[in-house]
């Protein structure tokens, strides 16, 4: 089974996979005659070019391993990457853009209050204390009864 690090990666191994069929469709072709030799020859060495192109391009690919916060401290690296690659759009810096494959940032407790363990305890017995106000003995919940002892 093939794995990938990136969507790109996997596109590539599918760019290659659909070059290699058109490769068979026009070996084939031209075996039986129904193109020109020097035909055939051609667009299979033009796909080529095109395919070693794109599996090429990361070899320019440079990791200058900054975050957010390197880059608002203005860091050697920053720097670095900045003259490299220009400046960060604002949006990118702040988060407010990412890449679309990129996984979402935002917490589900991001936004809740944040509460003491008191608080909750003293709401925990008044609600059980109303709950349980007026109700027969017999009715009460019991606890169940404890082991007894170690095993």
Same mark, same amino acid.
């Given at each position: 089974?093939?794995q990938f690090a990136t969507p790109h990666?996997? $596109?590539?191994?599918?760019? %290659?996979?659909?070059? =290699?069929?058109?490769?068979?469709?026009? %070996?084939?072709?031209?075996?039986?005659?129904?193109?020109? &030799?020097?035909?055939?020859?051609?667009?299979?060495? @033009?796909?080529?070019?095109? %395919?070693?192109?794109?599996? &090429?391009?990361?070899?320019? *690919?440079?990791? *200058?391993?900054?975050?957010? !916060?390197?880059v608002q401290h203005n860091t050697q690296?920053?720097?670095?990457?900045?003259?490299?690659? /220009?400046?960060?759009? %604002? =949006?990118?810096?702040?988060?407010?853009?990412? !890449? /679309? +494959? !990129? $996984?979402?940032?935002?917490?589900? @407790?991001? +936004?809740?209050?944040?509460?003491?363990?008191?608080?909750?305890?003293?709401?925990?017995?008044?609600? #059980?204390?109303?709950?349980?106000?007026? #109700?027969?003995?017999? &009715?009460?919940?019991?606890?169940?009864?404890? !082991?007894?002892?170690?095993?």
């Open positions: 089974m093939l990666a996997y $596109r590539a191994a599918q760019l %290659l996979g659909e070059y =290699d069929a058109l490769v068979c469709q026009c %070996l084939t072709l031209k075996h039986v005659g129904a193109c020109p &030799s020097g035909q055939m020859g051609d667009r299979i060495a @033009l796909g080529a070019h095109r %395919l070693r192109g794109v599996f &090429s391009l990361p070899q320019g *690919f440079r990791v *200058f391993a900054i975050n957010r !916060a390197d690296r920053a720097q670095q990457a900045r003259a490299h690659l /220009g400046e960060l759009p %604002l =949006d990118i810096l702040s988060g407010e853009r990412s !890449a /679309g +494959h !990129a $996984r979402s940032r935002v917490s589900p @407790l991001a +936004h809740a209050e944040p509460r003491s363990l008191t608080d909750t305890e003293d709401q925990l017995e008044s609600t #059980t204390a109303e709950q349980l106000e007026g #109700t027969p003995p017999e &009715s009460m919940p019991v606890a169940p009864a404890a !082991a007894s002892g170690p095993r």
